[in-house]
T-cell receptor
Framework: AQTVTQSQPEMSVQEAETVTLSCTYDTSESDYYLFWYKQPPSRQMILVIRQEAYKQQNATENRFSVNFQKAAKSFSLKISDSQLGDAAMYFCAYRRVSGNTPLVFGKGTRLSVIA | DTGVSQNPRHKITKRGQNVTFRCDPISEHNRLYWYRQTLGQGPEFLTYFQNEAQLEKSRLLSDRFSAERPKGSFSTLEIQRTEQGDSAMYLC?????????????FGEGSRLTVL
């Protein structure tokens, strides 16, 4: 079974600084998607960034970028120029391509942004 | 496109009562998922539908839980004889199947408190 591990229950960052959230996963599949979702307090979960495993290039979305290391099964999220609105729970998630199976989530990292 | 809608947003019930949650997915999405999220944890998969067919159920989905999607549009999740351990946020998500990039779109969730 696929598993997703987020080893940092909580992180904090100063406003305008950069922070990196860690994620590792375990799978025997070669084709899969990886995601970072953001869940603000009492609000719905939204997609931050997505990576297809067959793509070597790391995905970027404005201030958000990933470091995808397929061999190491590592998928970290870097947030640059942190803003107060970035404070939230961040979940790393995995989904294999074949069979379009459900997302498997990690336990999350709570990010605090300090003004 | 109004996004994924869930009702009720909050439900407080006494142990032993039955509760039902409703999810209205994004209209063109043919896949619908139910997840459960307890405090400080990542979402855990419960079940999913493709159109009206229930394709997979997690072992978390005990006999007291039943989900339906009768016409392939909205879905209901019923919990019978609720227990205190059922207290959680119940999340609904939807996605396209064909041509999907793997992303799930989430609703704001239905929070259940069992007294």
């Amino acid at each position: 079974a696929q598993t997703v591990t987020q080893s940092q229950p909580e992180m904090s960052v100063q406003e305008a600084e950069t922070v990196t959230l860690s994620c590792t996963y375990d799978t025997s599949e070669s084709d899969y998607y990886l995601f970072w979702y953001k869940q603000p307090p009492s609000r719905q979960m939204i997609l931050v960034i997505r990576q297809e495993a067959y793509k070597q290039q790391n995905a970027t979305e404005n201030r958000f970028s990933v470091n995808f290391q397929k061999a190491a099964k590592s998928f970290s999220l870097k947030i640059s120029d942190s803003q107060l609105g970035d404070a939230a729970m961040y979940f790393c998630a995995y989904r294999r391509v074949s069979g379009n199976t459900p997302l498997v989530f990690g336990k999350g990292t709570r990010l605090s942004v300090i003004a | 496109d109004t996004g994924v809608s869930q009702n009720p947003r909050h439900k407080i019930t006494k142990r032993g009562q039955n509760v039902t949650f409703r999810c209205d997915p994004i209209s063109e999405h043919n896949r619908l998922y139910w997840y459960r999220q307890t405090l400080g944890q990542g979402p855990e998969f419960l079940t999913y539908f493709q159109n009206e067919a229930q394709l997979e159920k997690s072992r978390l989905l005990s006999d007291r839980f039943s989900a339906e999607r009768p016409k392939g549009s909205f879905s209901t999740l019923e919990i019978q004889r609720t227990e205190q351990g059922d207290s959680a946020m119940y999340l609904c998500a939807s996605s396209l199947f064909a041509g999907s990039t793997g992303e799930l779109f989430f609703g704001e969730g239905s929070r259940l408190t069992v007294l």
